[in-house]
């Protein structure tokens, strides 16, 4: 028996509450391994698998639960904090809004398996307003559900799992280095295309002070709001003249985005990552007159200039989905 295993026997319980909550906290150390083990001891009858999926599944309801009341104390500060320290701010809150908009609350559950997603969906309910009860039962499923995956695939192939970690074992300090290695080169181009992308369009912004100059002086430029459906539920305020429009509809519509006109991106995310996605995307698609707005919809907001209810349509140059106007109930 390996030194691993014969550790989890001995503290069993706490080493899979503190795993699993290192990992649903957002630490970038997985939980897996540990997970995979227990399920190994469990079918050789060395550890309870029962008492095992309630301490993980406790450890990552306990993880959410404090992610869900920060989130409803903060909202978005706390989302642009962690997209702030994300490998990938970009995508981290778009994809989990994505998917809390079109599953709800079982987006929650989902969450636990995709990467990112899982420490992203628990504040980003809290900021929704969604009910306590509510969330702790759909998250309590989605924790015993993804712990117990683990625990399953471990139980099934536990054999299988001893000869792997003996495998290791014998390669001795060398499988250490090498998986550190591979965590290195990882987080090394994960930071590279970000400060690649941020550099890319850097001067190119524009401030919230020179469009409202723009627009008081009678220029028509084609302002594009890329926040998600599920932030304009929340505010469905767009700067005036604005038209909605996803990072799927803006590389599905390029061509029916105007060329001799100024395009004004913007959105809430940290750094202006998301404008500047779909900046070079119109980019290389000829649409040089392309600028993120500095600040986004915040830098907006806090200016108190003028904003119009969401229009599910267009500006002038672009085809109307619709022309109706949504007004507030």
Same mark, same amino acid.
């Given at each position: ?35 995979? #083990? @227990? ?7 060395? %550890?309870?698998?029962? $008492? +095992?999926?309630?301490? =993980?599944?406790?450890? !990552? ?48 559950? #989902? @969450? ?7 420490? %992203?969906?628990?504040? $980003? +309910?809290?900021?929704? =307003?969604?009910?306590? !009860? ?48 591979? #965590? ?12 690649? $992308? ?132």
């Amino acid at each position: 028996m390996n030194d691993t295993l014969a550790f989890l026997i001995r503290h069993g319980t706490v080493v899979l509450i503190a795993a699993v909550f290192i990992e649903q906290i957002g630490a970038p150390l997985p939980a897996a391994p540990w997970l995979f #083990a @227990a399920g190994a001891l469990a079918a050789s009858g060395k %550890m309870n698998g029962l $008492l +095992a999926l309630c301490a =993980g599944g406790f450890a !990552s309801l306990l993880a959410d639960t404090i992610w869900f009341y920060l989130g409803r104390r903060y909202g978005s500060h706390l989302l642009g904090l962690l997209c702030r320290i994300s490998l990938t701010p970009d995508s981290c809150v778009r994809r989990t809004q994505k998917v809390f908009t079109r599953y709800g609350m079982r987006g929650v559950v #989902a @969450a636990k398996f995709i990467p990112g997603l899982s420490t %992203m969906a628990p504040p $980003l +309910a809290g900021s929704s =307003g969604v009910g306590t !009860s509510r969330f702790l039962l759909f998250d309590g499923i989605g924790s015993l559900f993804y712990v117990g995956c683990f625990l399953l695939v471990g139980f099934l192939f536990s054999h299988q799992l001893e000869q792997i970690v003996a495998a290791f074992a014998g390669l001795g300090g060398n499988a250490l280095g090498l998986v550190a290695a591979f #965590a290195v080169v990882y987080i090394a181009w994960k930071y590279f295309q970000r400060r690649r $992308l941020l550099c890319a369009l850097r001067v190119a912004r524009i401030t919230v002070d020179e469009l409202h100059h723009k627009l008081e002086a009678g220029e028509n430029p084609v302002i594009l709001d890329l926040r998600s459906l599920s932030e304009l539920d929340a505010n469905p305020a767009l700067i005036r003249g604005a038209l909605h429009m996803t990072m799927e509809e803006v590389e599905r519509r390029q061509q029916e985005i105007p060329r001799d006109r100024d395009i004004i991106l913007y959105c809430s995310c940290p750094n202006e990552v998301t404008s500047a996605r779909a900046a070079l995307v119109l980019r290389r698609s000829g649409i040089t007159r392309v600028r993120p707005l500095l600040g986004g919809m915040d830098a907006w907001r806090e200016r108190n200039y003028p904003t119009d209810l969401r229009v599910i349509g267009t500006t002038d140059g672009l085809p109307a989905h619709s022309a109706k106007l949504e007004h507030p109930s």
